[in-house]
């Protein structure tokens, strides 16, 4: 039995967001609007500076209450009266899920993530364990991959903060078609390397049993490392990918089960498919890959 091996690494970084704002504003219907029933029409594109990203949503939103802030990083609204602030997008297995808190003057405290609506703000990881726990219709408000918000955040004085009027919402029969929309999705993105062209050294060619991959998914869940295969009779190819994607863990033999389509060719290549979180803010590294294969 031999084995083979390609050493390398490999990663891609995701490009920042350069617009001064990536809420969307059409027309039929509005992408750009929340409502609450006490103080009406919320408008995230006023101040042209609401930016949603893979770590949060910034900026200010416009409504009868007056300014609601995002976060407290926005230059002027800091302040000891209310502390360190933001509206948080999560990370890891939880891309588009909002949590965090956002501020006004008049109405105080909104919480993205209401499982504690009537507290000062805590950390994410409360919001996200008390979401993954809570059967009820509102568990605060998400991001689709097509950037439509769902859901509502929470206000103590006027209630609930509706971002789209599809969501079914029991007794709420809402008269106006709105939705809050961002060019920001959370999508994943894929980056694809084939190896150099591997000889088994047997003329009457060898079948490839596994492959097994070191490094890390450097916390990207779900973000994923696989692999293709092409053989060939000659070192020349010709060079066809199969359609099968093999993927597991680090240190841990992949096992190449189409052993009939890989069987008997002395050439062969793979491909390595390396696969983002859906928010695109971090990519698996992957440092070596070896092959073993049997005549």
């Given at each position: ?150 859901g509502a955040a929470w ?17 709420w029969n809402f008269t ?120």
């Open positions: 039995m031999a084995a083979g091996g390609f050493f390398f690494a490999f990663c891609f970084s995701p490009a920042p967001v350069m617009a001064a704002t990536n809420m969307t504003n059409l027309m039929s219907p509005s992408t750009s609007w929340g409502w609450n029933s006490v103080i009406g029409w919320i408008n995230f594109n006023t101040y042209n500076d609401v930016t949603v990203s893979a770590n949060n949503m910034v900026g200010f939103a416009s409504s009868s209450a007056g300014p609601i802030s995002l976060d407290c990083g926005t230059p002027g609204i800091c302040s000891s009266q209310n502390g360190n602030y933001t509206v948080q997008n999560a990370s890891g297995t939880a891309e588009g899920n909002l949590s965090g808190w956002a501020w006004n003057d008049k109405i105080g405290w909104i919480t993205f993530f209401w499982g504690n609506a009537s507290s000062s703000p805590v950390s994410s990881s409360t919001f996200n364990y008390a979401c993954k726990h809570y059967s009820g219709p509102y568990c605060g408000v998400s991001i689709d991959s097509y950037g439509n918000f769902n206000n103590d004085l006027v209630g609930w903060i509706f971002f789209n009027h599809t969501d079914p919402y029991g007794g106006s078609n709105f939705e809050a929309q961002t060019t920001w999705a959370p999508v994943a993105e894929t980056g694809v390397l084939d190896s150099a062209t591997f000889d088994t050294g047997s003329p009457s060619g060898t079948e490839l049993n596994s492959i097994m991959w070191q490094g890390s998914l450097n916390g990207c869940l779900p973000g994923s490392v696989g692999f293709k295969f092409a053989v060939a009779t000659s070192s020349a190819g010709p060079w066809n990918f199969g359609s099968t994607v093999y993927s597991g863990n680090p240190n841990t033999p992949i096992s190449i089960s189409n052993y009939t389509a890989y069987s008997g060719y002395r050439y062969f290549r793979y491909e390595t498919i390396l696969t983002t979180n859906a928010s695109q803010s971090c990519t698996p590294i992957v440092g070596s890959i070896s092959v073993d294969w049997s005549p």
